[in-house]
Each structure stands twice: as structure tokens, then as C-alpha cells.
């Protein structure tokens, strides 16, 4: 299958059924507490991923995740590796402009980021634990980029497929994507039949079995 077809598939998803499709499978079933930070949004890409410091002295060399961003492109995802530090922005208003301008898809960061209002005027999605003023330069260095990281708890591999949405972040492994995407468009098969039953009158404790949901016979 194509790449892209793939992303389109995902795309159609959300983070909850593939959430369930990764339990269905023993995989990690994804995280909360990385939103979108200026408003709703979703994206789903191929994981970038890009290691962070603390900075170390020396000379001052490219910013931050540029490097990665300029060998990316329109199905990537850049995932940042803050540790989860809330003091000093990750993310910022011209690694927006640079990643949109190469198609990039957004940005899912276990961090912190400022210049929100840049990247809503972009509409570009930027995911991670809130906003600071206080810039990166100066404060934290890229330590690797295409090495695995780890976001909230979560590992990502360069190449992952990364889906992040309101509700929260899935990550699934690139080599059972496929077989992911079948299990999540069948748990959105169930619910929708479910919604359906519910909207025609049927009672809720009746429509709504727990064993149906998972797509096991309903006893
Ligand atoms: O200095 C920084 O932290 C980066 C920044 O604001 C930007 O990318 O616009
Ligand atoms: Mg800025």
C-alpha cells in the first residue's frame, strides 16, 4: 500500500479506536496531556523525531529541530523530546513557517512551545503540555534527530506512524500499521452500528456491551 494511502486510512481515525486496535494487540495503548494549543486540531504523519538537552557550553550552532525539519516532508510529524520540561519553550513561530513551508503536518512535542498565535495564523498543529515565553536558544540543544524518543512515557521510533487529537496521542509501530488500521476501522464499524441502534431508540445498557465494543460475541 502506498504510503500516503496509508495516512489517508489513519487520517479517517481517531486516537481513541486506534487506541483500541493497540490493545487489541498488546501494544502501548497511547497518552494524554499533549493538546493542541491553539485550538482544535488533528494530524497524523510519519514520526521525525528529535532528541533534546539541556544546553552545554560551546558555540551556538543551527536552532533546534531545523536540521529535521529540512529533510522532512508533507507526511511527516515531528516529534519533539523535551522530557516534559514546562520552563522553556521547545517549539516556536519560525519552526512553524519553516515546517509548513515544506509541507510538514505538525508538531507533537513532550514540551513546552510559544508564538501559539504564529502558528494559528499558519494553521499549523502544534501539540504539547502548554505554552511559555521563554525561548529555547541559549537554554536547550538538539542532542540527535532519527533516534528513538521517548514522549510521555511513550516510545516513538523514527518512522512511527504518530496520530494526535484532542483526545490524545496513539503511536504505532510502522511494521503493524496496516494491520492497526484494519482493527481501528472495524471498532468504528461496531460504534457506529451502536450510535445507530442508540438514535433508532434502543436502550443504551442493551446497545452498549463491553464484549461488543471489542468485537467479541455479545453472550
Ligand atoms: O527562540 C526560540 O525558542 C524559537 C522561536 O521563537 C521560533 O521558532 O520562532
Ligand atoms: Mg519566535
Given amino acids: 500500500m502506498p504510503t ?13 479506536a486506534v487506541s483500541d486496535a493497540l490493545d487489541r494487540l498488546g501494544l502501548p495503548p497511547g497518552v494524554g496531556g499533549l493538546r493542541p494549543v491553539w485550538g482544535p486540531a488533528s494530524v497524523v504523519g510519519y514520526a521525525v523525531t528529535v532528541q533534546l538537552e539541556p544546553r552545554t557550553d560551546g558555540p551556538a550552532g543551527a536552532h533546534i529541530a531545523t536540521t529535521a525539519i529540512e529533510t522532512e516532508d508533507d507526511q511527516s510529524v515531528i516529534v519533539v523530546d523535551n522530557q516534559g520540561r514546562t520552563d522553556v519553550s521547545c517549539w516556536g ?22 508564538d501559539v498565535g504564529e502558528a494559528r495564523e499558519l494553521q499549523f498543529p502544534v501539540f504539547s ?36 487529537d484532542e483526545t490524545g496521542l496513539v503511536v504505532v509501530p510502522r511494521d503493524r500499521a496496516v494491520q492497526v488500521a484494519e482493527l481501528a476501522e472495524a471498532v468504528v464499524a461496531r460504534e457506529r452500528a451502536i450510535a445507530d441502534e ?22
Avoid: F, K, N, W
Fill in 4 to 16: 500516503s494511502a496509508l495516512l489517508d486510512r489513519y487520517a479517517a481515525l481517531d486516537s481513541a
Fill in 93 to 114: 513561530g519560525i519552526l512553524s513557517l519553516g515546517a509548513s513551508q515544506r509541507g510538514v503536518r505538525g508538531v507533537v512535542a513532550d514540551g513546552v512551545c510559544r
Fill in 129 to 164: 503540555r502548554g505554552s511559555v515565553p521563554a525561548t529555547a536558544r541559549g537554554r536547550v540543544q538538539q542532542r540527535s534527530t532519527g533516534e528513538p524518543v521517548t514522549v510521555a512515557g511513550l516510545t516513538v521510533h523514527q518512522g512511527d506512524i504518530v496520530l494526535s
Fill in 198 to 219: 442508540i438514535r433508532a431508540g434502543a436502550r443504551l445498557s442493551q446497545a452498549m456491551h463491553d464484549a461488543r465494543l471489542a468485537g467479541e460475541t455479545v453472550r
